[in-house]
């Protein structure tokens, strides 16, 4: 029998503050709770069970999960509302209809019928500020510590897609094409790259969106309609355009001297910054949507998109393990 | 030596002599006569003394002749002498004659003697003979058994306390020992005893005169009761005018009533109930029972069932015989009837009737079941076709409707093709036959509801055993009106889709009213096609459809833009969903394996289409024209223009499509 969770998408991971748990959310507006300690033991024989969610929790049925954060003491999840949920309550397989600690709503625009979709958010662990990227065009900033609403920064013209913090800026992707930069003490945008204006990277049968950004001190790396590239940071002009094979980019990540990319492809890259390919991860998903990684207490990295399959790789070069949401 | 002779020619003269005269033989009879008693009255001692003294006399006379000769030949003397010596001769010759006849008497007497002795030997034998036979007689009547040793008598004591005093009275004081006693009281027994054998053979006589009377009795009274049921049968048929008059097919049901006794229990059983429950809750169905009474009548006095074990045995031995038979027959085999085939054919044996039931829908379209009973596999197969309206002409709606189509499936996984009584496995195998899915066309199908509903249960591992018999009927029966009905209602839509037209939806759906895009295509598919097919792949992996399902193609194109769908519809429509596959041909091939929208597109259709009512499929179409309409106006709004309206053409970190249709104002597309 053909049943909902066949088509279910993921679009958000996120690993708990101690590391065992990987926590999915789905299209179907339902959060899974893996329990990765088991798996990424190499020498145990696993069992179907292992590889499934060990406790799911709907959250909203009618919303999609499009954002997850993993804060000390919280998990974030960005429905229409952000809604904290103690870790104990996540873990727990016994509680019935988990209810969220506290909730901050986001300020809906006047004009808009619909609620606002929480695209991404992300944490400034320094100031435990937390930056929103929403449906509704705005990025908000909140106080963690007093879930105040401290600045909103509306110079997007569409929905967000991806948020980056350097540490100095803040950098922001979304439908309409742009990648902003702003100063995360001004809040002022301080600057702006256009890339679907490049002829070199524009895919205009793809769109115009930005569906990925990532920074270091030197490099902005941004993809989505457009190729996927690497920006200097100071000029602002382009310095690499990555040859891989796409028709969309979702996921797009510097990390430690290597890029991760992916999206509407059967592959997920790794590549050095000149653009050679290190490696190629084949993908259950149609669109990977969401990656997550960490280093301790292991080396993880999990891909998922649009299948209910999760892909988790120990050594962020191929894949290891296989989990499934049914 | 010569005297002898001479008197041998002596009585020879002298017998010829007797008849020349009278006298002559007298003389001779006297003087045998003399002679004899001569002879008779001497002493043959004497003779012998005097015979020894003569021959002494002549010798000493030879002796003096000697002597005289020799002194004096020529003495008168010597005459004298001679004299003497000749009557010594003469003498001696009397002597010897006397001694003859002497001889000759003694002779006789010894014959006579002799004679005398045999006769008494002859009488002392018979004698010795007489005795031995009277020996053995009386051995032999020592021997014999008498037949009263045999004849159990009453005992002694009883014989005392009930025969007459006059015959037991003389026994009172008996005494073992005494024999002639002991003879007597077993001569008094045996006839007390043959008197009471009497007494109680005429009892018996008189009691065997009783039964016959009853028994004519018996006779009688049967033929009395036999000439009562052509009366009855009268008096039926004259109560047919009142029975019609009041509406009342009371005839028709004994008939049918009459019919059921002879079916077999597991059709029995269902017949009861289905009639029953028909009876109740006045559904449109037929029930009937078709088949030779005759056949069933002789099917039913065999007893087949009892003694099908026997049978089987005996089968085996046969087999055994068989098989040496043909190995001799091989060259010939081809002549003869094959006693496999024989086999195979009495191992596919029905029972003669066979249960026939027509449900009706309210438009023409009906579907006749036959339920029929194979006698040696011990399972209900069924049989059906499908009564169409003469408006049903697509080929697509005539498939759907097809009888085996439409039981198929009735309950999950229930096809049919195999035999739920584990034992045919064996018995198929034991006659040659392949499998029992190849013996499906010629017997019928065998779905496990079938089964159920006439009370048949068997070791398999679905079933539970409380489901048994008339339980089921209702839920069968259930669940069979509503599998008519949809397929009617299904049969119905792809009639039209045949034509390229979308089948009327019911007022309550919301739905997108116009569409730009067209159907141009509906035609069923093969099960191999559908697994070549690309972007079938998912469903076909994940072992979501399977061949009995049915497949068709439908195409939907809007410009140069192509929709190609593939459609499984399982066999029980509407509970599964229709599972469409998607592929869109615009600016490159795509579909759910490489194109989310297309995903999701598939998503709304199969899992999320909500009420499932037998226009499943219009509703699913005509859903599918209007995401089709959104994909293209969303994805490349200059070439077609956008006709329907939806407040954003991506949202969401998915960038997902407005494809969900929202009936506010004018109607609205919204993620």
Partial sequence: MLTKDFYSTILSQTFSPCGNYLIAGDTYGRISVFNLSKIVQTDVVLNKEDLTPRNKITINENGQINSLLSTPSFLLVGVSDILGYNWKTIKSTTVQKPQPDWRIEIPNRKDSFENADINVMIHDKEKNHIFIGCGNNNIYVFDLETRRLLKTLNKHTDYLHSLCNN???????????????????????????????????????????????????????????????????????????????????????????????????????????????????????????????????????????????????????????????? | MVKEDNSSNIKKKRKLANPKTESESDIYKKVVEFEEKESFNRQGSVDAELYFDLCTDIRNLLTEVFNLKQSDPNSKKLKDIQTEIFIKMCLIKKLNRIDKIRHVYGKETLSTEKQKCDSIKLNYQNLVYELHHLVTETNKCLAFKSKDEDIELVPFEEFMKEAPEDVSKKFSNYDENDRDQKHSLRLARLEWELMQRKNLAQLCKSLIEEQKKLEQDLVERKEKLNALRPLLMNIIDSTKPLQEHLDMSLKEMRVDHKLAYLLPDPLYIFYVNVVSYKSVNGLDLTVEIVGEEDEAVQWKECGKNGNFLEEESDEQEQEVEEIVEVKKRRHRKSMQVDPMEEKKKKLLEQHPLKVRIQANLPDGFSLVVFYSYQTRLKIITVASETVLPSNVTGNCAKDVLNGENLLSELIEGDTGLESPNPITKFQIKKVGFASFRSLVPQIGYAYNWAQKVCGMDFLNKKMNSDEVGGTNIEKVLKILFERLESRRALAEQLQLLEQNLLPKLPDCIDYHVNFVCSLTKWCPVTYQKYCQSEFTKMLVEDELVAPSDAFYALNITRGNAVLEALIVIKNNYPQDVPMFSLCIKYNGVYHSDNDDEIRDMERLLNVDIGDKSSSLLSIQIARLQSYFDVYLETTDSKVFPQTVTFIRNVSGRNRKKPLKYCNAGNGIFTQ
């Avoid at chain 1, 649009?306 to 949401?325: G, R």
């Fill in chain 1, 167 to 326: 540490g100095t800026d803040l950098i922001s992707g979304g439908e309409d094409g742009v990648v902003n930069l702003w100063d995360i003490r001004t809040y002022k945008l301080t600057n702006k790259i256009v890339p679907h204006s490049n002829e070199a990277v524009a895919r205009p049968e793809l769109g115009k969106w930005i569906g990925g950004v990532s920074a270091n001190e030197d490099y902005i790396l941004c993809g989505g309609g457009p190729k996927l590239s690497l920006w200097h940071y100071r000029f602002l002009t382009n310095s690499t355009v990555f040859p891989i094979n796409d028709r969309g980019i979702h996921v797009a990540e510097i990390h430690k001297e290597k890029i991760l990319a992916g999206g509407k492809s059967r592959l997920f890259y790794q590549m050095s910054f000149v653009g050679e390919i290190v490696a190629e991860i084949a993908v259950s998903a149609v669109t990977t949507y969401s990656i997550a990684h960490q280093e301790h207490p292991f080396n993880t990295l999990c891909l998922a998109g649009s299948s209910p399959k999760i892909d988790v790789c120990a050594n962020f070069m191929y894949k290891n393990q296989q989990l499934s949401l049914y």
